[in-house]
């Protein structure tokens, strides 16, 4: 085994090892972005601005996406516009025509350029939430992703499967999380940036001093810091009342007492679509389809056939329980979604809309649960285990109570609210900019886009002041507006709307067109 020597002073320190830390890594070793004008982007407003000037550090975001909404193309209005630039730079139309074009980025190594940095992430391998799994879920779940949108730049997932020996990807596929995770544990090494990946390594008490930051179980001393520590790191945790239940030894056959999962999110989804048929379940989930609706109901049954087809079964048990049975019916649905052929849902699954766990009286290896429904009804349910997913959560735990101040504009740190960080928690900030308070970032996650392949515009904000305070880049920018990641006359605007890039998913990318107000391209013709 090699030791590794730590440094004790660096330049950039970045918290978390997931998919945005990579990137930023890959680019902090020297790897520059480029448009490449021998790939012109489809978007013929934007190829013209972007040949003007073609490193991509440094970016006029406002100049660059101001036509963006009145474009024929198909350009998210839920991501980050400096997240949406990048994305459709480096897969140009990948929603409508995925494969019909080529990247428009070229990565340029330019050692010179290089910024020492290291990588902190406190699981044993390269990849974030991706290398840990906190749930009883299986690993081979599709992800939400398409395989071509979970790339990372120098080593594509598709060059990963090569080198495996593995068929490549077809368009529309998507990877297991145990194929993502194995990509992205192997990543640092095929890219050569593994020298600045510490794994296994949990940063704690970062403040900051006089001229940067001190991140004290490293007794690492940096000028910038970069949270890319994710949203996704804990469950939101179970009410007190619950917890015997959670101490109750895992069951695995279907002839003891159901698995009681609690929440209507992915996450309960996973748990439901692995533990079917071999067990029996009781879902308890809240139904409110018009004011919060679950985010299953945003998948297509043709592209996500499982999570519609948990969604299918929540909504009629919830027509069942308020007297709308006769208006529903999942036959016609079964026969088009494989999943409801997968289990026998009618043995196997109690939908419990909107019920509340009044009582638990444990008994040896099982629970008896008081339950309450929305009618004030009471009933007992016999249990073996229970899975409390109502949620995930970030924190910010790992920096000082004056830094967490700093970083979520607040005067004054509240109740668990360090720890209870979420994708809209620091949205409003990072509208305005990324650079959330002097010499600290945020990447992934954090900034409320969620997907792998709204990633890059971060980082590349990141990289771009990192290496302008560095001297590695010729000249500051002329002006405040690169630093402007959109209009904040229009943060209220639906167009900002935060929905972490999930949105897409009501529809199958197969069917998605390209939708053409002519009014507007005709303004844009004419200008």
Known sequence: MVLRTHPTAIDTVIVGNGPSALILSYIL???????????????????????????????????????????RLSYSTQALPI????????????????????SCVEWQFEPRRAVRHVVLGNTAQAGGQWADNPIAASWDIGTLSYAEMLSLPGYSLAEHYRVCGKELPTDFYRPSRREIAHYFAAYPHAVKISDSIWPSSIAQKISRTSNGF??????????????????????????PQLQPLLQLPSHTTQSEPPLLVVGSGFTAADIIISTLPKRKIIHIYKWSPEDHPSPLRACHADAYPEYAGVYRRMKLSAMRHYGQDGMFSPLRR??????????????????????YIKQVLIH??????TLEDSNGRLFDREVSNLEYVIGRRGSLGYLDERLQKEVLGLSELTGDGMDQISGRSLRSRVEENLEVAPNVFI????????LVRFAFGGCIFAATRILSATSKVASEPDSGASLTLSDTT?????????????ADLKRPRKRASMSMDMQMVSSICTT
């Open 364 to 369: 040896g290896q099982f629970a008896t649960v």
């Open 443 to 450: 990447t992934g996650s954090l900034t409320g886009d969620s």
């Open 490 to 502: 229009n943060n209220n605007n639906s167009y900002y709307r935060l929905t972490n890039g999930h």
């Open 83 to 102: 997240n949406v630039l990048l994305d459709t730079l480096i897969r140009p139309l990948a929603d409508t025509e995925p494969g019909s074009f080529k």
């Open 214 to 239: 001190y991140i004290a179980p490293q007794g690492l001393y940096c000028q910038h810091l970069v949270l890319a520590s994710g949203t996704f790191s804990h469950l939101l945790p179970a009410r």
């Open 29 to 71: 070793h020297g790897h520059i972005p480029y448009y490449n004008p021998s790939n012109p982007h489809p978007d013929p407003i934007l190829h013209n601005k972007l040949a003007q000037s073609l490193c991509l550090l440094d970016l006029n975001v406002q100049n660059l996406t101001e036509h963006f909404q009145a474009s």
């Open 334 to 355: 079964r026969k088009s979604n494989p999943f409801f052929s997968s289990s026998e849902w009618d043995q196997s699954y109690e939908g419990l809309p909107n019920t």
